[in-house]
């Protein structure tokens, strides 16, 4: 038996009883056309966590959008605003709002969030803990910025973490001048996050899993 195997049976053999799906960030700057840091591909990811979202209702699991609040009156923070100096208005308005294609349930969590990870100043913790839930499955964008702030969290809180790997959309980045492509940032924040923080898990894995089993 290979190791893909042995990952896939205990995936489905050993889950725990209390998952959640969190979605990071799925807001206009990365997912519209056009958009001041648009995300190739977010079409297609937006179409697939609204898909998972409503299996994980279907199964009676709770799912989470987790939306940057920043408000005008305060600084991005002091990365954020060293960084992009001078774009502030990309993180405000509409580039500030979820994107209108997400199919959001009454019955579903929005957090929203001053800072990168989705635990910092938020109810977050309380909400998993309300609905008893010791494993998170996270997705949205961008993998290698607030995906990865809010699993380490999870992690540092000893909450297991699995990434949709599909479905965490990253941008371009430069360092000293070098451009590095979407792709390759996409494959170190795997690396990373492998090493780190938790298990990869693709599109077709998770309906398998949640089609086939109670996970509740």
């Not at 079409?43 to 920043?70: G, H, K």
Request: hydrophobic share 45%; net charge negative.
């Amino acid at each position: 038996i290979d190791n893909k195997s042995k990952l896939s049976d205990n995936l489905y053999m050993n889950h725990p009883e209390g998952v959640a799906l969190i979605v990071v960030d799925p807001l206009r700057r990365f997912t519209v056309e056009g958009a001041p840091f648009e995300v190739e591909g977010a079409s297609i990811i937006l179409t697939e966590i609204n898909v998972l979202a409503e299996r994980f209702r279907i199964n009676s699991l709770p799912v989470m959008w987790v939306s940057r609040l920043i408000r005008p009156q305060l600084s991005l923070g002091t990365r954020t605003a060293s960084k992009y100096k001078g774009m502030s208005a990309a993180f405000l308005g509409e580039w500030a709002e979820m994107d209108h294609r997400l199919d959001v349930q009454p019955e579903d969590y929005v957090i929203f969030k001053p800072r990168h990870s989705a635990f910092y100043a938020t109810d977050l913790e309380i909400i998993l803990r309300e609905n008893k839930v010791s494993e998170i499955w996270i997705c949205g964008f961008t993998f290698n910025v607030c995906i990865l702030a809010t699993a380490f969290d999870a992690v540092a809180r000893d909450i297991k973490v699995k990434f949709l790997i599909d479905q965490c959309g990253v941008l371009p980045a430069k360092i000293k001048e070098k451009l590095i492509a979407a792709d390759s940032v996409h494959e170190y924040s795997k690396i990373v996050a492998d090493y780190a923080v938790g298990e990869m898990l693709d599109t077709s894995e998770a309906h398998k899993f949640l089609s086939n089993n109670s996970v509740r």
